[in-house]
Nanobody, 123 residues
């Protein structure tokens, strides 16, 4: 599966963004999918996960502010981000996992990645 992210831009603190990830080459509904981010000088971290059965999981720092969703008809994944903070500034990546077990945000266990989209939160 090939993944292409879009929607990243510069916003002020407290603002909102919606990231999109378009999948091609395979059916996205066959994969557990997730959003990761990597800030400058830091390790890549998992942000949100959605399993094939639509179970979701979030890292504590974004709970209540970010929402992950998928539209299987459009073969797409989304991340709705509200109440953005400067510490949310990072390159955001879409990733897919084709194993049977879900429930992980370990980037080493995701095998398909997009090229990333930059989110900058600054006043």
């Amino acid at each position: 599966v090939q993944l292409v992210e879009s929607g990243g831009e510069s916003v002020q603190p407290g603002g909102s963004l919606r990231l999109s990830c378009a999948a091609s080459g395979s059916t996205a509904s066959n994969y557990h999918m997730a959003w990761f981010r990597q800030a400058s000088g830091k390790e890549r971290e998992g942000v949100a996960l959605i399993c094939k059965d639509d179970t979701t999981m979030y890292v504590n720092s974004v709970k209540g502010r970010f929402t992950i969703s998928r539209d299987n008809a459009k073969n797409s994944l989304y991340l709705e981000m509200d109440s953005l903070k400067p510490e949310d500034t990072a390159m955001y990546y879409c990733a897919a996992r084709d194993r049977s077990v879900c429930g992980t945000l370990d980037p080493r266990l995701f095998y398909f990645w997009g090229q990333g989209t930059q989110v900058t939160v600054s006043s």
